[in-house]
């Protein structure tokens, strides 16, 4: 089969696991929306899923929006930033997305403030947690999440509207399940406090484990490989 085809199937079958794990769960299909991780693809192929309607992006590496900024500009879509961000990017990274998803410590917050304030811009962003407190990975740890909050909602022309995680990676998606629930009593337990808005996002689940962020509460779900096939970091 062509590359177009195996994509288009790939994206149907991932929107076939949403349905029937929200209709398995009692919860709206359209309240869960899928989040293209694009991390190595090249623009033809990310052009492919969103002539087929796709909606959401999200790219890891300033770069590579930097990279596949002129093919893809034009499209009418909405673009976050998920991977780890140095605060050196964060006058690039302004340039191309509405939302940030893995803001994690309070400099960085800061930066950011700083310099949307000095644009007149304002942003969406999200508060990553390590919830698998796994030492290499980004993100606030649970127990320090809503101090952080607090600091962040104190800053202006930013706005949390949600948070992020990405699940301790494990053979049975059930072993990941423990850190998507982290997030949503998180969440929970941040708007009991007014910290976060009711409709708040959460940003959970991937391709191997969307069923059980799904349950969970998950809002915003962010699939690579399940669409794009296997990542070419050699590319
Ligand atoms: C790569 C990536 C994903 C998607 O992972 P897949 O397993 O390919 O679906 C989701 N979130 C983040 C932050 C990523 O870096």
């Not at 899928?34 to 309607?53: H, M, S």
Request: proline share 2%; with cysteine.
């Amino acid at each position: 089969m062509e590359n177009k085809e195996i994509i288009l199937q790939n994206l149907q079958h991932i929107y076939t696991r949403i349905a029937e794990t929200c209709l398995k769960a009692g919860r709206n299909k359209e309240d869960v929306r899928l989040l293209l991780a694009t991390k190595t693809q090249d623009a033809d192929t990310i052009k492919i899923a969103l002539d087929a309607g796709e909606k959401l992006i999200g790219e890891n590496k300033v770069q590579e929006y930097t990279e596949k900024w002129e093919e893809l500009k034009d499209y009418n879509i909405e673009r976050h930033f998920i991977g780890h961000l140095q605060t050196n990017k964060i006058k690039e990274i302004i340039k191309y997305v509405t939302c940030i998803e893995s803001v994690d410590r309070i400099d960085l917050a800061q930066k950011l403030s700083a310099k949307l304030v000095s644009e007149n811009k304002t942003m969406e962003i999200y508060i990553e947690v390590n919830t698998s407190e796994e030492d290499s990975k980004s993100g606030v740890s649970p127990e320090n999440a809503i101090a952080l909050i607090q600091q962040i909602k104190a800053l202006p022309n930013i706005q949390i509207t949600g948070l992020m995680t990405i699940g301790k990676p494990s053979e049975n998606p059930e072993g990941t399940r423990f850190c998507f629930q982290i997030l949503r009593k998180l969440k929970e337990e941040a708007q009991a406090q007014n910290l976060l808005p009711q409709n708040c996002a959460l940003s959970m689940g991937m391709s191997h484990d969307l069923e059980v962020a799904i349950e969970e509460g998950s809002t915003i779900v962010r699939v690579g490989s399940a669409i794009f096939g296997n990542r070419n970091y050699a590319k």
